[in-house]
């Protein structure tokens, strides 16, 4: 069965640095797309950023120009680097993957706090 392993999440003072990293296991099945995700209590779950199958890659704007997110196709793994983070980047972090023959997948999230 297909597995989702985050890791990286913690705690941070603001201006701080992270990387998660969400390794994909247990499918020989090809990835397509992959992203991230964030939810804070009370809100609703957002698009942090997301990367295609070949490499192009969208940001949401409160994190545009201080994150980054990559992949290693190999590993499986899909990386996100967040810089110069901010108390409203506090929120439980999902790694998304998208099978093209098996569909969607969630992992179980990693909790972000970034104190001021």
């Known amino acids: 069965q297909v597995q989702l392993v985050e890791s990286g999440g913690g705690l941070v003072q603001a201006g701080g640095s992270l990387r998660l990293s969400c390794a994909a296991s247990?499918?020989?099945?090809?990835?397509?797309?992959m992203g991230w995700y964030r939810q804070a209590p009370g809100k609703q779950r957002e698009l942090v950023a997301h990367?295609?199958?070949?490499?192009?890659?969208n940001y949401a704007d409160s994190v545009k120009g201080r994150s980054a997110i990559s992949r290693d196709n190999a590993k499986s793994t899909v990386y996100l680097q967040m810089n110069s983070l901010k108390p409203e980047d506090t929120a439980v972090y999902y790694c998304?993957?998208?099978?093209?023959?098996?569909?969607?997948?969630w992992g179980q999230g990693t909790q972000v706090t970034v104190s001021s």
């Open positions: 998304h993957v998208f099978y093209s023959r098996l569909g969607n997948y």
């Open positions: 247990g499918s020989s099945f090809s990835i397509n797309s």
């Open positions: 990367i295609s199958s070949g490499g192009s890659t």
